[in-house]
């Protein structure tokens, strides 16, 4: 029997195989995205040990460390500085193995340590990610082996990693080295630990958390940047890898929907009147401006911020969890600026909103230099001020301004 298919048949079987095979591609797409999006997370495990520092009969020190290559670990300093008394460094890359290593690079201000292996490890080595390609309010992971969390733990799970989720809060620097604020739970046995991006990648090593009592979630991380000048010296090769379009469009699934919806849409202009007719429909109600939301809810929480006009964080906005503390010394601030910022005092003035009244507040901490409105008022210390969103004020000098803003 022979089959005769006119022109319309045609097309439509045409039609067919071109939507089969798009749609098996589309597949093939989201199948490697959910692969990429759930790998990163085993990735994070594989690259993070725990790091022991033995005294013997005089007890031991935890941390956190990661692998950069098959025979170096990375870690703070003070994780491994029982080393100057003649303690051993031993290296925790799974329940049954431990492989002992030694200092082999220190940089005590920057409170970073080099570890040799004595022996190769089969272990997932880290990507690091330049401070140029690293955003305040993006998010992070602390990965590490934090103390508190061992006291509630049992034995079995000792060498699991922990994971905490935070934000890049702000870029900081002081003692001569750059930073990330952020509000990932850093605890005691973190240290050392990296701090990853969404994309697996490196970003910073977690090395301390605010000290000050009532001050919860604000730590910080030695930028990636820092510890690759180290490596540098220490002749050390590693490997950078800066997020670009291909880790956007897969991180985003809703890319996925206009792809295929093009996809289809070209191939029915092409295939049919019918299809042409749909497709113009399409366009035309994608074209369309949304209606504008209906405000059901006229007690929706507002988002306070503080957005920098010049000086150290000038173009950058902070989002405001909770109250900010300015000043220079991380122990008891937790917006920190830069220590040749003679005009700022160690901790200057405190920034805060009001839900209730729908106001900020500004006090001034007995700061050296003042704080002051632009219109010229200077604040009285240990004095609470209610301001109106939409002003702007500075500390020291006009050259570290910020402006109050609110948003839905």
């Keep these: ?34 692969s990429k999006a759930a790998a990163p997370i085993e990735d994070m495990k594989d690259s993070t040990v725990r790091v022991v520092c033995d005294l013997g009969k005089e007890g031991f020190g935890l941390g956190s460390g990661f692998v950069i290559a098959n025979t170096h670990v990375v ?50 080595t880290v990507e690091f990610v330049n401070d140029d390609y690293v955003k305040v309010g993006e998010m992070v992971y602390a990965v590490g082996f934090p103390g508190a969390a061992d006291d509630y733990t049992s ?38 630990g990296p701090l990853f991006n969404e994309h697996g990648l490196v970003v910073g090593i977690n090395t301390l958390k605010s000290g000050k009592t009532g001050v919860e979630g604000v730590g910080w991380a030695i930028r990636a940047d820092e510890l690759m000048h180290d490596l540098d010296k220490a002749g050390i090769s590693y490997k950078v890898r800066n997020p670009g379009v291909v880790d956007n469009i897969l991180d985003n699934k ?19 009147k019918k299809g042409r007719v749909i497709a113009r429909e399409t366009i035309q109600r994608v074209n369309r401006p949304p209606k504008p939301p209906v405000n059901r809810d006229q007690n929706v929480m507002v ?27 991380p122990r008891v601030a937790n917006l920190v600026f830069m220590q040749h910022h003679g005009s700022i005092s160690k901790k200057h003035c405190i920034v805060g909103y009001n839900h209730l009244t729908k106001l900020f507040f500004i ?38 301004t910020f402006e109050l803003r609110i948003g839905a």
């Design 1 to 34: 029997m022979v089959w005769i298919l006119n022109d319309n048949r045609k097309r439509y079987v045409k039609l067919s195989v071109l939507l089969t095979i798009l749609l098996i591609h589309v597949l093939f797409f989201v199948m490697a995205a959910d």
């Design 75 to 124: 870690t703070n300093w003070h994780v491994a500085s029982c080393t100057e008394n003649g303690g051993v460094t031993r290296v925790i890359v799974a329940k049954d193995d431990i492989i002992n290593a030694r200092v082999t690079h220190v940089n005590e201000s920057k409170d970073i340590a080099i570890l040799k292996l004595d022996e190769k490890v089969n272990k997932r």
């Design 155 to 192: 034995v079995g799970t000792l060498y699991e990693q922990k994971f905490t989720k935070g934000i890049v809060s702000a870029k900081v620097r002081f003692n001569g080295c750059d930073y990330y604020q952020t509000d990932a739970a850093i605890n005691p046995g973190n240290s050392g």
């Design 254 to 272: 809703m890319t996925y929907i206009p792809i295929v919806v093009s996809f289809i849409t070209i191939l029915l202009v092409f295939s049919t």
């Design 303 to 329: 988002q306070p911020a503080l957005h920098a006009i010049s000086g150290e964080y000038a173009g950058q906005t902070i989002k405001m969890t909770g109250n900010l503390v300015l000043g220079r010394d």
């Design 363 to 400: 006090e001034d901490c007995n700061s050296t230099n003042g704080t002051y409105l632009t219109s010229g008022k200077k604040l009285t210390a240990q004095k609470r001020y209610d301001i109106n969103p939409g002003v702007q004020f500075y500390v020291g000098d006009k050259k570290n």
